[in-house]
C-alpha cells in the first residue's frame, strides 16, 4: 500500500497538477489546494482515490483517461477504500481519517464527453478524509490501516 501520485488544483475549473510532495494540515487541508481552508466540512478537507479503479475504469471504456483528471488530491494503491469508511489509515506520518464516499461530478463527464460517466462512477471516485495530524506526504510513502 503505497501513495501513487499527489494531485492539485488552485481554483474549482482549473486544471490540476501533479507535485511529488505536499504538507496536510489539520484542520485546514492540503497547502496549495483549492479546499484549503475552504471547505464546508471537515471530511471535505482530502479526497482518495484508487489506481487500481481508475485502471478498472479505463479498461471497461477503452480509454486511457489520466489519473489526476479524476480531480482527487490522493491517488493510492494496495488499500479497497470503500471498506475503509469511518476508519483510519496513515500515510507517512500523517493520519487520516475516511469519512465517506466521494461522489463524482459532472466536471469529468463534460470535459471527456463520455455520456453516463457520473452514472458509471457512482461510488467507484474515491472517498472523502479528515486530516487529523498534520505533515508532509511524499509519492512513495507507505499507506498503514490505523489499528
Known amino acids: 500500500m503505497k501513495l501513487e501520485s499527489i494531485n492539485l488544483t488552485n481554483t474549482s475549473?482549473?486544471?490540476t497538477f501533479y507535485v511529488n510532495g505536499a504538507f496536510l494540515e489539520k484542520n485546514r487541508g492540503i497547502v496549495n489546494d483549492r479546499y484549503y481552508n475552504n471547505y464546508k466540512n471537515k471530511k471535505e478537507q482530502v479526497t482518495i482515490i484508487n489506481i487500481e479503479k481508475i485502471i478498472e475504469f479505463n479498461n471497461f471504456l477503452k480509454k486511457n483517461i489520466e489519473p489526476k483528471n479524476f480531480r482527487r488530491n490522493l491517488i493510492i494503491s494496495g488499500l479497497d477504500l470503500s471498506k475503509m469508511i469511518g476508519k483510519k489509515i496513515k500515510i507517512g506520518n500523517v493520519t487520516l481519517k475516511i469519512h465517506e464516499i466521494c461522489q463524482p461530478c459532472n466536471y469529468l463527464q463534460k470535459k471527456l464527453k463520455i455520456p453516463n460517466l457520473v452514472k458509471l462512477l457512482l461510488n467507484k471516485s474515491g472517498v472523502?478524509?479528515?486530516?487529523?495530524?498534520s505533515g508532509y506526504v511524499n509519492v512513495n510513502d507507505k499507506i498503514s490501516v490505523v489499528k
Request: proline share 0%.
Open 128 to 133: 472523502r478524509a479528515e486530516i487529523l495530524t
Open 13 to 15: 475549473n482549473g486544471h
